[in-house]
């Protein structure tokens, strides 16, 4: 069963689970299950995806239940009329805030602007040698994408060196293998934390948050990080 954050007649809201597509793609031919299959069975209502997540990304993920309210919230999202955060591990100390602003290629060649905001809230050094290193640092962030291109979360913290723990294949992969190895830990670290918008019909605000998976949280336990 999904975990339902927030429903109500024209929106629902799940936690999505690592590993899961929000719909069938040709670069997947191997996943039998997808997040629109499995919540419209579980709801008994046909659902729309107003936004997309990575297959490895878990949190918040938001449907709407009519074709008006989709396309409502898709503007929103169109127009940056969406507040969105997310939970990162990435490798390396990185400064107390920062913005990337780094134009990322679509698959047909296009060049997109694309800019992530991002705060450090802890940071943490433990006894795992990696190359002439004997101790490996991280940091534990909070991001907020202000503009939503594929993998940019992913695609731009690998940019400025402190790549997202666990990713592939923009990650670091000798830190990947030292994960998996001692910790049999191959989840990548990227959780959508919070969303929060007006509501398309009565103009409430709405503010959804998703608890980081218990893998998330047991990388965060060997980090010393709390969240």
């Known amino acids: 069963m999904l975990e339902i954050l927030y429903q109500d007649d024209h929106l ?23 997040a ?26 938001l449907f709407a239940l009519d074709k008006e309210t ?3 919230m898709t503007d929103k999202f169109t127009n940056k009329d969406i507040e969105k955060s997310y939970l990162a591990i990435l490798r390396g100390f990185t400064p107390p805030s920062a913005t ?7 698959d047909n060649g296009t060049l997109q602007d694309a800019v992530t905001h991002y705060k450090t809230l802890q940071q943490s050094e433990i006894e795992l040698p990696s190359g ?35 990713d592939r294949p923009h990650g670091c992969n000798k830190q990947n293998k030292l994960w998996l190895e001692k910790h049999q830990m191959d989840k990548m670290m990227l959780h959508a934390n919070t969303l929060s918008f007006a509501h398309p019909h009565t103009q409430e605000q709405v503010h959804l948050t998703a608890t980081p998976s218990a893998e998330f949280q047991r990388v965060c336990q060997i980090l010393n990080f709390t969240l």
């Open 12 to 34: 629902v809201a799940i936690n999505k689970p690592h590993g899961l597509l929000v719909h069938q793609s040709p670069i997947a031919r191997d996943a039998s299950e997808f």
């Open 132 to 166: 002439k290193h004997l101790t490996s640092r991280y940091s534990l962030v909070e991001a907020h994408p202000e503009t939503g291109r594929m993998h940019q979360l992913r695609k731009h913290f690998a940019h400025v060196l402190h790549p997202i723990l666990g």
């Open 70 to 72: 989709n396309k409502i």
């Open 100 to 106: 990337i602003d780094y134009a990322l290629f679509k």
């Open 36 to 61: 629109i299959q499995l919540l419209r069975d579980q709801i008994q209502q046909k659902v729309f995806p107003v936004h997309r997540l990575d297959r490895k990304t878990s949190g918040v993920l």
